[in-house]
T-cell receptor, first 107, second 115 residues
Framework: GIQVEQSPPDLILQEGANSTLRCNFS?????LQWFHQNPWGQLINLFY???GTKQNGRLSATTVATERYSLLYISSSQTTDSGVYFC?????????FGTGTSLTVIP | EAGVAQSPRYKIIEKRQSVAFWCNPI?????LYWYQQILGQGPKLLIQ????????DSQLPKDRFSAERLKGVDSTLKIQPAKLEDSAVYLC?????????????FGPGTRLTVT
């Protein structure tokens, strides 16, 4: 199956700081999503982004499918951004989640 | 629009007992997925349905896990008998179209503890 690696594994930020999370995948994919898993375990859709760039408020994402990576940018971080960020890719009928980045934003 | 519903939210059972989880996808979503998420890991796909047919169940431990989606709407996932290593969160997701290229929406999950 496809290997999906995320970096960094852990990140601690001061409120107001910016950050970049990375997702690398080992093969061509036809779907890529970014999720935020909040402290209660709910997976929340951030972006459906198999290619290109999207922005939603303080968050933006870029996927370069030909180079097999995606980036999630968080600007002006808030304590509510804390949690685990996952990227998930699919090819064929299989879906693969990455290892996650655990983000803690401190006030 | 209502989200994906799951019940129960929490379940504690002893090993060798059986357990069932229920999922109701977003109205009109043709594709339904069950995932297992072990603490500290990303979710792992167990089974995918399109309408009431199985698209992929290659990672479902079929000796103890079973799932069905009657009438192409609600779905149940059953474990019988449960083992300690089945302790995990079981997540249900749905997407509006079949195939590989569409956006998944997740329910709140069922946290299973096997003692």
């Amino acid at each position: 199956g496809i290997q999906v690696e995320q970096s960094p594994p852990d990140l601690i930020l001061q409120e107001g700081a910016n950050s970049t999370l990375r997702c690398n995948f080992s093969d061509s994919v036809n779907n890529l999503q970014w999720f935020h898993q909040n402290p209660w375990g709910q997976l929340i859709n951030l972006f459906y982004i198999p290619s290109g760039t999207k922005q939603n408020g303080r968050l933006s994402a870029t996927t370069v499918a030909t180079e097999r990576y995606s980036l999630l940018y968080i600007s002006s971080s808030q304590t509510t951004d804390s949690g685990v960020y996952f990227c998930a890719v699919s090819t064929g009928n299989q879906f693969y989640f990455g290892t996650g980045t655990s983000l803690t934003v401190i006030p | 629009e209502a989200g994906v519903a799951q019940s129960p939210r929490y379940k504690i059972i002893e090993k060798r007992q059986s357990v069932a989880f229920w999922c109701n996808p977003i109205s009109g979503h043709a594709t339904l997925y069950w995932y297992q998420q072990i603490l500290g890991q990303g979710p792992k796909l167990l089974i995918q349905f399109q309408n009431n047919g199985v698209v992929d169940d290659s990672q479902l431990p079929k000796d103890r896990f079973s799932a069905e989606r009657l009438k192409g709407v609600d779905s149940t996932l059953k474990i019988q008998p449960a083992k300690l290593e089945d302790s995990a969160v079981y997540l249900c997701a749905s997407s509006p179209w079949g195939g590989t290229a569409y956006e998944q929406y997740f329910g709140p999950g069922t946290r299973l503890t096997v003692t």
